[in-house]
């Protein structure tokens, strides 16, 4: 059964509850003022007062068990939905976490060059060959024969434009 569910029905059940103990207190209020009406005084013959022999310990604990159950189907109907966001924030989390230990297990695979470029494409995807020189520090004829190589490996891909190239990751990390 889901927390909704249980709310609304944990909600229901603290309502009557609280109805039924309220109901009881009205009818004992009415019953004690008959008495008194017909006696004329709250008075018993012994000279006990029916007002202070009265015990209301049963109507505070099923009071307090009544709100006791309100507010818990409260806190089942309000806060479910952040249970939910919490929950795919960790999802979407891991699986960041996944996508980064993947691109670390394939870095192992590539020597220096090829690191400082994937590197850079990961954090800049369709980055330009010119920039991606920049970035590297890493000569454009040299670049040019690296890029080969991690295309042929099929790790990125390279895109015409204009009069220069985008280098894009090829790998879904």
Same mark, same amino acid.
């Given at each position: 059964m889901d927390n &909704? &569910?249980?709310?609304?029905?944990?909600?229901v059940a603290a309502v009557l509850i609280a109805g039924v103990i309220y109901a009881v207190k009205l009818q004992e209020d009415k019953l004690l003022e008959n008495v008194v009406e017909q006696q004329g005084s709250c008075?018993?013959?012994?000279?006990?007062?029916?007002?202070e022999e009265r015990d209301f310990t049963l109507y505070i604990v099923g009071w307090v068990?009544?709100?006791a159950l309100g507010a818990l189907s409260l806190y089942l109907l309000l806060f479910e939905r952040s249970q939910k966001e919490i929950i795919s924030t960790l999802e979407k989390q891991k699986h960041i976490q996944v996508g980064d230990e993947k691109f670390d297990i394939l870095l192992k695979g590539l020597d220096e060059e090829e690191k400082k470029i994937m590197k850079a494409v990961k954090e800049q995807d369709g980055i330009e060959q010119h920039t991606l020189s920049l970035r590297t520090d890493?000569? &454009?004829?040299k670049l040019s024969i690296v890029l080969d190589g991690l295309e042929k &490996?099929?790790?990125i891909a390279r895109k015409e434009k204009g009069k220069t190239k985008e280098?894009?990751?090829k790998i879904n990390i």
């Open positions: &909704k &569910k249980l709310g609304i029905i944990l909600l008075y018993l013959e012994d000279g006990t007062c029916l007002y068990f009544s709100a890493i000569h &454009k004829s &490996k099929g790790l280098v894009f990751l």
